[in-house]
Nanobody, 116 residues
């Protein structure tokens, strides 16, 4: 069983930065695909950024150039550095972990609120 714990959310003014962290339990972190999703009120959950076990990354068009996903396999942690935040980035952010051939695991979410 994998458990994910996000941290780093909060309230920030537009143009500011936040760094989200997601720590995972278990011994298979290095082979997992990882991602950050977000869900705003009244909207569907959407992929923000993802990183494969080999370090390949991809981003939603809306965050390209502003957000960076990274992973530290020694710490079983994935990060999302968010710069130049906009009010439309306001959402609950969820960490996602997927092992090869397995179902995804989700964290409990962390609120990010960007004020204008």
């Amino acid at each position: 069983q994998v458990q994910l714990m996000e941290s780093g959310g909060g309230l920030v003014q537009a143009g500011g930065s936040l760094r989200l962290s997601c720590a995972a339990s278990g011994n298979f972190f290095s082979i997992a695909a990882l991602g950050w999703y977000r869900q705003a009120p009244g909207k569907q959950r959407e992929l923000v950024a993802a990183i494969t076990s080999s370090g390949y990354t991809n981003y939603a068009d809306s965050v390209v150039g502003r957000f960076t996903i990274s992973r530290d396999n020694a710490k079983n942690t994935v990060y999302l550095q968010m710069n130049s935040l906009k009010p439309e980035d306001t959402a609950v952010y969820y960490c996602n972990l997927r092992l090869p051939g397995g179902s995804p695991y989700w964290g409990q979410g962390t609120q990010v609120t960007v004020s204008s």
